[in-house]
């Protein structure tokens, strides 16, 4: 698919660039991020290259990951990850996606996650047909769950030791949205513009570790 680009009233969120590359990698030096997410640790700069420079062009080129780069529509600093993933299922009959993101530390509690996260929403289901949306996250993970629940996701349990993280099975939380799920018209996701994200940790929606191809799980870059 050829990136696209879209934007709210504080953001814009387009395909990341090279020079992205020392942003990134001063977001993912954030302890929480290892944490939540099975990037690199240490982080390197060359690690944050190779995902701004082949991991999410390769992304959209073979339709596995459309990630977009969040950034402040005032000065251009970098926010975050935002985008799709684990697109295998995205055609017909199944037409499924996974959302995932994290936020720079510097960037929480101020609404730009649940902001950025409305947008790539309203183009999953108004634009690529997206019928169910779903939400996956390592147990435990506070922030990334106060985001899905602010973007209205249905909690649908625990998976039990579906993640390997670090050699340890770890139990994930998933979560689904449907276009009827949503206020007024299925695809209406407008509403106004939260103030804060309820974020804690890595403002992470990742799971482990990334797909080949995909981003800082997308929700952190390797």
Not at 35 to 52: C, K, M, N
Not at 76 to 89: E, F, N
Not at 94 to 107: D, I, V
Request: negative net charge.
């Amino acid at each position: 698919m050829k990136p696209v680009t879209l934007t709210t009233e504080r953001l814009v969120l387009r395909p990341f660039e090279p020079s992205d590359a020392p942003a990134v990698y001063a977001a993912c030096q954030d302890p929480d991020i290892p944490r939540w997410t099975a990037v690199p640790s240490p982080y390197g700069l060359r690690d944050a290259e190779q995902f701004v420079g082949t991991a999410v062009p390769e992304g959209w080129r073979d339709d596995t990951a459309y990630t977009f780069a969040v950034v402040s529509r005032a000065d251009g600093s970098l926010i975050g990850s935002m985008g799709l993933v684990r697109l295998t299922q995205l055609r017909a009959p199944e037409r499924q996606a996974e959302l995932g993101y994290w936020t720079a530390k510097e960037h929480r509690g101020r609404g730009y996650t649940v902001e950025a996260a409305r947008a790539v929403l309203r183009w999953a289901f108004g634009e690529l047909g997206v019928e169910r949306m779903e939400w996956l996250a390592e147990a435990g993970n506070e922030g990334s769950r106060a985001v899905a629940r602010k973007l209205g996701f249905h909690m649908e349990g625990t998976l039990r030791a579906k993640l390997v993280h670090e050699g340890t099975r770890r139990d994930v939380w998933i979560g689904s949205l449907l276009p009827y799920d949503l206020t007024g018209h299925p695809y209406d996701l407008a509403g106004e513009t939260d103030t804060a994200d309820g974020t804690e940790a890595a403002d992470t929606g990742e799971r482990g570790r990334p797909a080949a191809g995909t981003t800082p799980y997308l929700p952190c870059p390797r």
